[in-house]
């Protein structure tokens, strides 16, 4: 979908009877108002703004791609059952570049120009530590979708929150024990050189120094590169296990080039998904990867256990049973990561509802109603799985699975309880002002 340019783009999602009926027989509507009475309210109230801050260029247009279809998806179904509080979602979308400069921009003309309620989407942790102290000097809430450990470090403000994705030191440490009882315990790590790259450095080697082993080598690598066989070297001939996760657009060039290293004799390999999300397992180049595990916020492949939740999921956003668009197999998704739109929406609708909103006057009281919240059951508004949300760190935590490519497909042999991805508070966000 093109946008014209410095033009933001609405998406106010279309609502039929037909669909409004479906979405009633299927339990989603609130249960307070019949359908018809809070449609109808629907169309002659203000739309809630809902400010859409995405990656549509830039390192992580991949992603932006994907997390907007899934919001587009995840409005759509929320006005078909009515809105929140009676009162359609708008959805305006903004492209921040993937920049943090321009992400504080397109926070404040969320704010003065666009009239939103909150904004919401960011993804990559260099923006949303670029854009968080805007959103709080404009008392904008700021819904982001980034897995950084910056909310819940405390690094940022009351007006953050991230209740719809877990963060990476609750997925590392969830990890770790797999890795040290299955792979080894002599691990070399390769990441991107920013701050989510970091947050792998630092707390994976925390987690598995705790379970015996050590890390070899920390490589660091330029969000930017294009070409990496100049950083394998580096690897120490005793590596048992080489931890990998990267990001942006030469992601594959990053894997290929990973398997020509190592030819046949490559050790245990672990990997982030984020290696390969957007990128199809079985492409020319990664037969190596067979035999080896990743980490996935959510199974790309649906597995023989698929949840009904997941099955509508996937329908609602155009995702077949490999992960790729129903409508071009070849446009793979980023599975692991976009259903984090989906949950956070619908966290915003719960707490709008919880707090009766009705306009930014009512700011301060949705962020403390979602802060009230606790466990989400598995649901279709929660279709990755069940989460528990804390309020004081504003960080959500939810189970991680581990899966092992096999017979070119991803097949999950792991799944974390959440306990497995707690860790004690680092900060209490509900003591500061608003």
Wanted: with cysteine; glycine share 10%.
């Amino acid at each position: 979908m093109s946008t014209p340019k410095n033009r933001p783009e609405t998406k106010p999602a279309g609502t039929t009877r037909r669909g409004a009926m479906k979405t009633l027989a299927a339990g989603l509507g609130a249960a307070s108002l019949p359908m018809w009475a809070r449609y109808a309210g629907a169309q002659t109230a203000e739309p809630i703004k809902i400010g859409f801050q995405v990656h549509r260029t830039g390192i992580g247009a991949a992603y932006g791609r994907w997390y907007g279809r899934t919001t587009e998806a995840a409005a759509k179904l929320i006005n078909q059952g009515g809105g929140i509080n009676g009162r359609m979602v708008e959805i305006v979308a903004e492209d921040d570049g993937t920049d943090p400069k321009r992400g504080a921009e397109v926070v404040e003309k969320f704010a003065n120009q666009h009239g939103c309620d909150l904004a919401f989407g960011t993804l990559f942790s260099h923006v949303v530590i670029g854009s968080a102290p805007r959103a709080g000097e404009l008392k904008m809430p700021y819904f982001v979708v980034s897995e950084g450990h910056h909310v819940a470090s405390g690094m940022l403000n009351r007006y953050t929150l991230q209740p719809g994705i877990t963060d990476v030191k609750s997925q590392v440490q969830a990890m770790a024990p797999f890795v040290a009882q299955n792979l080894g315990k002599k691990v070399t790590m390769v990441f991107p050189d920013f701050a989510f790259g970091h947050d792998h450095r630092d707390f994976f080697t925390q987690a598995i120094e705790a379970q015996g082993g050590e890390v070899l080598a920390h490589i660091a690598i330029p969000p930017s590169e294009t070409s990496f066989t100049k950083y394998f070297p580096k690897i120490p001939r005793e590596t048992e296990v080489l931890y990998h996760v990267m990001v942006g657009p030469a992601v594959l060039t990053f894997v290929k080039e990973l398997g020509e290293f190592f030819g046949p004799s490559r050790p245990e390999m672990f990997g982030f998904i984020d290696s390969l999300e957007a990128v199809a397992i079985d492409s020319p180049g990664l037969e190596y990867l067979e035999g080896t595990y990743f980490w996935e916020g959510n199974p790309r492949h649906a597995q023989a256990d698929q949840s009904e939740h997941d099955k509508f999921f996937r329908a609602a956003v155009g995702v077949n049973d490999e992960g790729a668009s129903i409508s071009d197999p070849s446009d793979v998704s980023t599975y692991a990561h976009m259903f984090g739109c989906w949950e956070t929406l619908h966290v915003i609708k719960a707490g709008m509802e919880a707090s009766g909103y009705s306009g930014t006057q009512d700011r301060a009281a949705l962020i403390e109603a979602v802060e009230a919240m606790t466990d989400m059951p598995e649901s279709l508004a929660h279709p990755q799985g069940a989460k528990r949300f804390n309020g004081k760190t504003h960080q959500v935590f939810g189970h991680q699975y581990i899966s092992k490519v096999t017979g070119g497909k991803l097949l999950c042999v792991h799944k974390t309880s959440i306990e497995d991805t707690l860790y004690p508070d680092e900060t209490d966000y509900t003591t500061q002002s608003f």
